[in-house]
């Protein structure tokens, strides 16, 4: 295959008796997962067993760190300062590295989530501080944001590895920022329409924007949903729409997970 992407997925978001996602039934199809460390959803426990079942599948683990809003399921805007974002994002990464480390694996990449990612994909000072936070914890770790922003822009200046992310079920404005969730069809349900986005984005070809439009976005990973209601059928469905377009599914990293 001449050519790869990285399919990552955000995982690990059920809550004590609540349970949120499709993590099983996604793994398999899957390079790169997502977990959530407490601030937007999971639990300790929660935490434990996604480690544990990504570690089994050789899927890469990164820390999806959050602004503190479980309530708000972290899609909430928040006032932070840049030294609070730091210590949020530090804080987070920490936790699901002793799970990680528990489960004799390895973390890989740290990933915004919610409302912190679109907001450090604007604001530069935000973005700075949590690049800085990723480098402090480890400068080894790939820092995930979204395509073209100030996220991944931050990190690579100051040395991380960075990647350039891409969605195949949410719709893009004309700057190639994401279309607010609080707008209609800001995400894509039919599964087929999904699909065609994500082989686009892998190709580099032109997605459709909201007004119509087109947008090229140059991405090194897309991201699956886990939270959708057909999530495993989409994660399946995509992964052999790329294999069959001659595209390969593999983590960013250079060497295969133990």
């Not at 976005?217 to 057909?230: E, K, M, N, Q, S």
Request: net charge neutral; aromatic share 4%.
């Amino acid at each position: 295959m001449t050519r790869q992407i990285d399919l990552n997925c955000d995982l690990g978001e059920s809550f004590g008796a609540w349970t949120m996602g499709a993590d099983a039934a996604v793994m398999p199809y899957i390079s790169s997962a997502n977990i959530a460390c407490g601030f937007h959803a999971g639990d300790p426990d929660t935490m434990r067993r996604t480690v544990a079942l990504a570690a089994q599948a050789k899927v890469a683990i990164g820390a999806h760190v959050s602004l503190p809003d479980l309530a708000g399921f972290g899609r909430r805007e928040m006032r932070v300062s840049a030294d609070e974002a730091h210590a949020m994002t530090l804080y987070q990464i920490g936790a699901l590295a002793a799970f990680v480390r528990a489960a004799g694996t390895r973390l890989c990449h740290v990933k915004p989530h919610g409302a912190l990612y679109n907001m450090a994909a604007r604001d530069a000072t935000l973005a700075d501080a949590i690049a800085q936070a990723v480098r402090a914890f480890d400068p080894s770790l790939r820092l995930v944001g979204l395509a073209g922003s100030a996220l991944p822009r931050a990190g690579a200046r100051i040395g991380l590895a960075v990647a350039h992310e891409a969605f195949a079920d949410r719709r893009y404005q004309d700057d190639g920022a994401l279309t607010p969730r609080s707008e209609a069809g800001a995400v894509i349900e039919d599964i087929d329409a999904a699909v065609a986005q994500a082989l686009a984005i892998a190709r580099c070809e032109p997605v459709t924007t909201r007004s119509g439009g087109t947008r090229v976005l140059r991405a090194d990973t897309i991201c699956v949903h886990g939270d959708r209601p057909d999530a495993g059928e989409f994660a399946r469905r995509l992964h052999v729409a790329l294999l069959g377009a001659d595209i390969a599914v593999a983590t960013l990293l250079r060497e295969r997970i133990a």
